[in-house]
């Protein structure tokens, strides 16, 4: 179009707007009405819904408008109307109940993906069975190949550790490596201890355990820092086999309703802190690049390598798409309960002794008040758990993370692994100053009394995991105990769910302490915490609506009533804290966690049409939707 053509235009339009005598005001009033209301045309309405929205300001609902991927309106289905057009397409869900998608707070998303592809020793109860899928492994692969897998649980066959002894007779030209089900210990067998030159006269490495036999030899399994000695020397996976297993753990959410996950890595203790950055490029910006993500995710680095992280942040901004978004950084304070690796307090009670073949090194200058003395471990009365970081480094870094604007997140099991960083928490808030920071404890698994009321206090997320930290209890095998040197009746409680941990907290820690100081749910939302949920898998299985269900009713397999009632969480609590709450954990609460105007239209839709069966029948997802699209199936 020249100059001459779009005057005359303009003087055409300005004469017929002067002969319909409406002021040039309204006229273009009109306009920007007519443009508005197209503007506004839904792509998606979704009707005859139970919607449970996440939003207070509007709890349930019954039908949602979407357009481009996030969400218009959600209402009535009449309050709708004006957003129909000629383009919109309805989808009536027939009266089953609508979610917000599920956000997973705890994954390490590659490595469940690169398991899935292994031996796989998850809910295998029998010393046999194990050795049997290892030889099968062992029998597929090349000679010197390295035999990889993990998942097992030695609580499910007895509790007895396993050793380098039962893989040796059909793996004496292949290394093998096989990790515990919490990611806190592995077994290696003699090929694979002898290229990593441990031997009787090797020592602990700081954070971590060499287990040796009462002769003084390796039994073969490595605990938390002492997995440094052999992770390295297996092969990289290369960068397809990420990518795959990637993808296998992105269809797998999805058929679970979790459309967002929060994604520690591959970075465990004895780990090279590299492994996060290299999936960031090697991965998910492949995928997020060639059109292949399907699930949210929202990452976290190591935190020795927190510059790297602001670095990063200042050239592209915490959201590098839709997809993908850029956490913090993560560090351990203890190890795990199920390798005797978490960190308590000195005992208070005589318990009776049990001979172990760990043996944890007791962390040096440690000093508690008289006030609260704990025994950490009934069966290894010298244990007190690993101190992976030391607390002088674990406030360093923090404190420098924290001050740059970095969300940080730091793993603790043990009652005084989670003192050490509500401390570390305190003081860095009080070196840096007050802002909105959202401090997470990963895990929060055992807490002394008066701790939760610090959650609440000090503002610090508890990312708590249900099914490794709660199932335990769903089947129960009668042992006595012994206390103050009398035989009492006590129960040893082990989970009968295939990828639940199968820490024993009423064996490691005594039944009293397991039930007063465990799994503190509702305690923690009572003392205004923040609870968001999550799986940790592969630790255990991806599966926020058995999760939902197993915080509600809390009540083990064969009990007439609940473990614990008084931390039993209500229906809406653990859907809070699965999706409403899970986002503002890690800051995505703008965006994500609710069916809310204005944010990603993800959703669930189950195959119930009453909210109380999540608590109560058995559900499960029908559909999932990441922006609007069905995702599964």
Same mark, same amino acid.
């Given at each position: 179009?020249?100059?001459?053509?779009?005057?005359?235009?303009?003087?055409?339009?300005?004469?017929?707007?002067?002969?319909?005598?409406?002021?040039?005001?309204?006229?273009?009033?009109?306009?920007?009405?007519?443009?508005?209301?197209?503007?506004?045309?839904?792509?998606?309405?979704?009707?005859?819904?139970?919607?449970?929205? /996440?939003?207070?300001?509007?709890?349930?609902?019954?039908?949602?408008?979407?357009?481009?991927?996030?969400?218009?309106?959600?209402?009535?289905?009449?309050?709708?109307?004006?957003?129909?057009?000629?383009?919109?397409?309805?989808?009536?869900?027939? &009266?089953?109940?609508?979610?917000?998608?599920?956000?997973?707070?705890?994954?390490?998303?590659?490595?469940? &993906?690169?398991?899935?592809?292994?031996?796989?020793?998850?809910?295998?109860?029998?010393?046999?069975?194990?050795?049997?899928?290892?030889?099968?492994?062992?029998?597929?692969?090349?000679?010197?190949?390295?035999?990889?897998?993990?998942?097992?649980?030695?609580?499910?066959?007895?509790?007895?550790?396993?050793?380098?002894?039962?893989?040796?007779?059909?793996?004496?030209?292949?290394?093998?490596?096989?990790?515990?089900?919490?990611?806190?210990?592995?077994?290696?067998?003699?090929?694979?201890?002898?290229?990593?030159?441990?031997?009787?006269?090797?020592?602990? =490495?700081?954070?971590?355990?060499?287990?040796?036999?009462?002769?003084?030899?390796?039994?073969?399994?490595?605990?938390?820092?002492?997995?440094?000695?052999?992770?390295?020397?297996?092969?990289?996976?290369?960068?397809?086999? $990420?990518?795959?297993?990637?993808?296998?753990?992105?269809?797998?959410?999805?058929?679970?309703?979790?459309?967002?996950?929060?994604?520690?890595?591959?970075?465990?203790?004895?780990?090279?802190?590299?492994?996060?950055?290299?999936?960031?490029?090697?991965?998910?910006?492949?995928?997020?690049?060639? &059109?292949?993500?399907?699930?949210?995710?929202?990452?976290?680095?190591?935190?020795?390598?927190?510059?790297?992280?602001?670095?990063?942040?200042?050239?592209?901004?915490?959201?590098?798409?839709?997809?993908?978004?850029?956490?913090?950084?993560?560090?351990?304070?203890?190890?795990?309960?199920?390798?005797?690796?978490?960190?308590?307090?000195?005992?208070?009670?005589?318990?009776? =002794?049990?001979?172990?073949?760990?043996?944890?090194?007791?962390?040096?200058?440690?000093?508690?008040?008289?006030?609260?003395?704990?025994?950490?471990?009934?069966?290894?009365?010298?244990?007190?758990?690993?101190?992976?970081?030391?607390?002088?480094?674990?406030?360093?870094?923090?404190?420098?993370?924290?001050?740059?604007?970095?969300?940080?997140?730091?793993? *603790?099991?043990?009652?005084?692994?989670?003192?050490?960083?509500?401390?570390?928490?305190?003081?860095?808030?009080?070196?840096?100053?007050?802002?909105?920071?959202?401090?997470?404890?990963?895990?929060?698994?055992?807490?002394?009394?008066?701790?939760? *009321? $610090?959650? &609440?206090?000090?503002?610090?997320?508890?990312?708590?995991?249900?099914?490794?930290?709660?199932?335990?209890?769903?089947?129960?095998?009668?042992?006595?105990?012994?206390?103050?040197?009398?035989?009492?009746?006590?129960?040893?409680?082990?989970?009968?769910?295939?990828?639940?941990?199968?820490?024993?907290?009423?064996?490691?820690?005594?039944?009293?302490?397991?039930?007063?100081?465990?799994?503190?749910?509702?305690?923690?939302?009572?003392?205004?915490?923040?609870?968001?949920?999550?799986?940790?898998?592969?630790?255990?299985?991806?599966?926020?609506?058995?999760?939902?269900?197993?915080?509600?009713?809390?009540?083990?397999?064969?009990?007439?009533?609940?473990?614990?009632?008084?931390?039993?969480?209500?229906?809406?609590?653990?859907?809070? !804290?699965?999706?409403?709450?899970?986002?503002? *954990?890690?800051?995505?609460?703008?965006?994500?966690?609710?069916?809310?105007?204005?944010?990603?239209?993800?959703?669930?839709?189950? /195959?119930?049409?009453?909210?109380?069966?999540? !608590?109560?029948?058995?559900?499960?997802?029908?559909?999932?939707?990441?922006?609007?699209?069905?995702?599964?199936?």
């Amino acid at each position: 179009m020249n100059r001459y053509t779009f005057l005359s235009a303009t003087l055409v339009l300005a004469i017929a707007v002067l002969s319909l005598n409406i002021p040039l005001q309204d006229w273009l009033s009109l306009g920007l009405k007519r443009l508005s209301t197209k503007k506004l045309a839904a792509d998606l309405i979704v009707k005859n819904a139970v919607i449970f929205t /996440s939003d207070a300001s509007l709890p349930v609902a019954d039908s949602m408008a979407i357009q481009n991927g996030r969400i218009l309106r959600v209402g009535n289905y009449s309050s709708l109307q004006d957003l129909v057009g000629g383009g919109t397409r309805e989808l009536n869900i027939e &009266g089953k109940v609508l979610v917000p998608g599920f956000i997973d707070s705890h994954v390490h998303l590659i490595p469940g &993906g690169l398991q899935m592809g292994r031996v796989e020793l998850r809910g295998v109860n029998q010393k046999e069975e194990f050795v049997r899928r290892v030889k099968e492994a062992a029998g597929n692969v090349k000679q010197g190949s390295w035999v990889l897998g993990g998942g097992w649980n030695n609580d499910l066959w007895g509790g007895e550790l396993p050793m380098a002894s039962w893989l040796d007779d059909f793996t004496a030209d292949n290394p093998v490596w096989l990790t515990r089900m919490d990611g806190h210990m592995g077994l290696a067998n003699s090929l694979a201890l002898k290229l990593a030159g441990i031997n009787n006269s090797s020592n602990d =490495p700081n954070g971590g355990t060499i287990a040796k036999s009462t002769h003084g030899e390796p039994t073969g399994l490595l605990i938390d820092a002492a997995m440094k000695l052999v992770l390295p020397l297996i092969p990289e996976v290369s960068v397809n086999e $990420r990518r795959e297993a990637f993808l296998r753990a992105s269809n797998l959410a999805l058929t679970r309703g979790v459309t967002t996950i929060v994604d520690f890595g591959r970075y465990f203790p004895g780990a090279s802190v590299e492994h996060s950055w290299e999936d960031l490029s090697d991965v998910y910006q492949w995928a997020d690049s060639s &059109g292949k993500m399907i699930i949210r995710v929202c990452l976290f680095f190591p935190m020795e390598t927190w510059p790297r992280l602001i670095e990063l942040i200042k050239k592209t901004g915490r959201a590098l798409s839709d997809w993908i978004y850029l956490g913090g950084v993560k560090a351990f304070a203890d190890g795990s309960l199920g390798s005797s690796s978490a960190f308590f307090f000195e005992p208070q009670a005589s318990l009776c =002794p049990f001979v172990s073949v760990v043996n944890a090194q007791k962390v040096k200058g440690f000093k508690v008040d008289n006030a609260t003395r704990y025994r950490p471990y009934a069966e290894e009365p010298h244990n007190y758990g690993l101190q992976v970081t030391d607390p002088e480094s674990l406030f360093n870094m923090t404190a420098a993370s924290d001050k740059l604007g970095l969300q940080v997140a730091i793993h *603790a099991i043990g009652d005084r692994a989670n003192e050490m960083v509500l401390d570390t928490y305190r003081s860095v808030a009080l070196t840096n100053g007050m802002r909105d920071r959202r401090f997470r404890i990963e895990h929060a698994q055992h807490l002394a009394p008066g701790m939760p *009321a $610090r959650f &609440g206090e000090q503002g610090v997320v508890a990312s708590v995991q249900v099914f490794h930290q709660f199932i335990l209890l769903l089947s129960i095998v009668h042992i006595k105990f012994c206390r103050l040197n009398e035989e009492v009746e006590g129960y040893y409680l082990r989970p009968d769910h295939l990828l639940d941990d199968g820490d024993s907290a009423a064996k490691k820690l005594g039944v009293d302490r397991a039930q007063q100081g465990s799994y503190l749910f509702h305690s923690l939302l009572a003392s205004n915490a923040r609870l968001a949920l999550g799986s940790d898998w592969p630790v255990a299985n991806i599966n926020p609506v058995g999760s939902i269900k197993t915080a509600i009713k809390r009540i083990p397999h064969g009990w007439k009533h609940a473990w614990m009632s008084s931390e039993c969480l209500s229906l809406n609590d653990a859907l809070i !804290a699965h999706t409403i709450s899970a986002a503002y *954990a890690c800051f995505l609460d703008n965006e994500l966690g609710s069916l809310s105007p204005g944010k990603l239209a993800d959703f669930v839709i189950l /195959s119930t049409s009453t909210l109380d069966d999540l !608590a109560e029948g058995s559900v499960t997802v029908e559909a999932t939707y990441v922006a609007g699209v069905q995702a599964y199936p």
